[in-house]
């Protein structure tokens, strides 16, 4: 089980990202509609980790300044090992000094950090498809790039517990 601190789009985005997580999985192609726990929402994650204290991680993160909406500008399709498959938006100066201040102060707490997610090697993500086959990724491609590109903002925060999907509403958003 790991936990982790994500950030929710906007309703229009979320939307937008469903109905695309929709036509993907019309195409065949299966994506967090169908993975795991069902629970899945559109989202982009500042950090997982992989041990952690959840009252001292809600704690932590509640003393860290609100820094309200951050908007993105999404262009990009990733592919990462084993197939993820992702939206990305473009990594804004402020965008990647949130994500690192986010883990400062979590791992601050003892938590253990995925290293997907140590700043440096973190790459923002919205996932789509957990494991894109090869032969898969032409339709894939068609239909996430008639939707892109796509600007949006995250104005909510959350944390995420992998295993069952269960969310804990953060009073900030950092």
């Not at 690192?100 to 290293?115: E, N, P």
């Not at 997610?117 to 790459?123: A, H, V």
């Amino acid at each position: 089980m790991a936990l982790a601190v994500c950030l929710l789009f906007d309703t229009e985005t979320d939307r937008a990202i469903r109905r695309l997580w929709g036509r993907l999985e019309d195409d065949g192609i299966p994506t967090l509609l169908t993975h795991t726990h069902r629970r899945h929402v559109p989202h982009l994650s500042y950090a997982v980790l992989r041990s952690y204290d959840l009252l001292d991680v809600v704690a932590a993160l509640g003393d860290v300044p609100d820094g309200g909406p951050v908007r993105v500008y999404i262009d990009a399709l990733g592919l990462f090992r084993r197939g993820r498959a992702s939206l990305v938006p473009a990594p804004s100066a402020e965008l990647v000094q949130r994500q690192a201040r986010v883990v400062q102060v979590v791992t601050a707490t003892g938590a253990d950090l995925h290293r997907y997610y140590i700043p440096g090697r973190w790459t923002p993500h919205c996932s789509l498809s957990p494991r894109t086959r090869r032969e898969e990724l032409d339709r894939l491609g068609a239909v996430v790039y008639d939707v892109l590109p796509m600007e949006a903002t995250l104005n909510r925060a959350v944390l995420i517990d992998t295993a069952s999907g269960e969310h804990t509403p953060l009073r900030v958003i950092p």
